[in-house]
């Protein structure tokens, strides 16, 4: 899709049919009530299609039809290799839907088409198809015992699964969840968030066509506070993975405690610091990443590089390079392949960025940016933004933004960097530019985060776990270790 033009893309949009209805037991259905929302295209206003609103009555017949197909054993029952050559459809159809999806991706929370295509969708595609194909070589275990007992461990689906997913990243927080609760045999309950659903929604046809039976795979767009609270109260839901903010990962805990004490795995904020050090080989690369670590789509990602920690020999040099880099990001149409930076997901999301500016405008050194702009006299978006001499201990540094707004501070000393680092709530990611391996490593030791990249900026990978500490969650998305989320240890010991 690289070569595609804005012309191209805009005339994709107008074929594409959005599909409105939550999806239960295998058809699109509408919301009990009746009731709608809007889905809005936070680059335009305009409204993209008037969304089923699920809630407490939708949720209960969604968990009727994932239990019923979960204990019949019609996905539970097949074996590992069955679910790996139906998720392996799904990945295949993933990719012949590209166009469509990062349409669908684009248009309802303003995230830059290109990168819709080049990263979100094929990345979704490539979750399926990682937990598809690890499926059948996840083993279960003989536990050492004497002679004359066998005690084997085994590995078993838990049941009905509710994944609850964020606007940023629609698509592929729901291949985080879904795919290796699927490939578990799991039956899965899907709410997309109301900003974003249109891309759920195509996703559970796919799933269908790709051979997953009626029932396993359900989505039930909503509300957070109706068919979210739903979700977590449900005393016939084994299981909830959650991404999104720490106060609502809170309540989800909460809700667990007030019904059946369902397991809950929470991916929440972040504030992740970047600590440039003196001895950093390239700093035109480490600015260039760091740019990319806060303004990649729109600053909205949890672990969003947005505390820049920087040495103080080095701090001006480096703030001017920042300043020039924040240049290369425009806000424009996200269908323009031209834009380097798309809109906001909604109007209240810019409302609060806005009032950050302004904080920001009165308590720290405005470096570049610092305003809400619009693109063609309309649309939600906000200009990369830099503040400097932003002490460690202000709302700048303490608060997740959740745009592209970077807060920069300064450091003497290794430990001080250490100390600032870690003064936080959240313990999602770091970065570490250095050219001294010894202090990389002593970096990786200290930092109280699930994952320090070094001389990178938010690695990750299929193969390795994304999570953190503190207060940014409980358990860890891909890798092998996805699959403890979604599946229970079972003894067998036998006595001959």
């Known amino acids: 899709m690289n070569d595609m033009t804005k ?9 594409i049919r959005f599909r409105d209805r939550a999806f239960i037991d295998g058809k699109y259905v509408p919301a009990a ?59 295949n159809l ?18 830059l088409v290109q990168d819709a295509a080049a990263i979100d969708v094929p990345g979704a595609a490539g979750v399926f198809q990682w937990y598809a194909e690890a499926i059948d070589k996840v083993y279960d275990e003989i536990a050492p015992t004497g002679s004359g007992n066998l005690a084997m461990i085994r590995r078993e689906a838990l049941g009905v699964i509710a994944a609850v997913v964020p606007w940023n990243f629609p698509l592929d927080m729901a291949a985080w969840k879904c795919a290796p ?36 795979f359900n989505v ?61 080989d390239d700093l035109d690369a ?8 806060i303004f990649f789509n729109q600053g909205e990602v949890c672990s969003a590089n947005s505390r820049l920690l920087v040495q103080k020999p080095i701090a001006d040099v480096f703030i001017e390079k920042m300043k020039a880099r924040a240049g290369r990001y425009v806000p424009g149409n996200p269908l323009d392949p031209a834009s380097t930076m798309g809109a906001i997901v909604d109007e209240k999301q810019t409302a609060r960025i806005a009032s950050f500016l302004d904080y920001g405008r009165a308590n720290a050194r405005l470096v570049a940016g610092g305003n809400r702009v619009t693109v063609d006299g309309k649309g939600c978006f906000i200009e990369p933004s830099i503040f400097a001499d932003v002490r460690p201990d202000d ?29 936080s ?72």
């Open 286 to 293: 480490a600015a260039d990443m760091a740019a990319f670590g």
């Open 425 to 496: 709530i959240y313990g999602l990611a770091a970065s570490v530019w250095t050219s001294n391996l010894s202090r990389a490593h002593r970096m990786i030791d200290r930092l109280k985060v699930g994952t320090v990249s070094v001389n990178t900026v938010d690695a990750l990978s299929p193969m390795t776990p994304f999570g953190g500490f503190k207060q940014s969650g409980i358990g860890r998305d891909l890798s092998l270790h996805a699959f403890d989320k979604f599946s229970g240890l079972k003894t067998a010991w036998i006595k001959y």
């Open 395 to 423: 709302r700048l540094s303490k608060e997740e933004i959740f745009g592209p707004v970077l807060a920069i501070s300064t450091f003497e000393t290794e430990d001080e960097a250490v100390h600032i680092a870690n003064d």
């Open 181 to 216: 609760a699927l490939a578990m045999g799991n039956s899965v309950i899907l709410k997309p968030a109301e900003q974003s659903p249109l891309s759920a929604l195509r996703l559970a046809e796919l799933a269908s066509q790709a051979g997953i039976p009626d029932g396993v």
């Open 33 to 91: 009530s009746g009731k709608t929302f809007d889905s809005i295209n936070p680059a335009t206003g305009a409204v993209l299609a008037q969304i089923a609103s699920c809630d407490a009555a939708d949720i209960d017949l969604a968990v009727r039809a994932a239990r019923r197909a979960f204990e019949d054993g019609r996905w539970s029952g097949k074996t590992p290799g069955e679910r790996k050559e139906i998720l392996l459809r799904l990945a």
């Open 220 to 280: 039930v767009p909503g509300y957070g506070e109706t068919a979210g609270k739903a979700l977590g109260l449900h005393p016939d839901i084994d299981c909830v993975a959650f991404t999104g903010s720490t106060e609502v990962g809170k309540l989800f805990l909460t809700y667990s405690g007030q019904s059946n004490m369902k397991q809950i795995w929470l991916e929440c904020g972040g504030k992740s610091p970047n600590l440039i050090f003196a001895d950093c």
């Open 7 to 15: 012309t191209g893309w805009e005339a994709e949009a107008t074929k």
């Open 94 to 111: 993933i990719r012949e839907n590209l166009t469509e999806l990062a349409l669908l991706e684009s248009l309802d929370m303003g995230k």
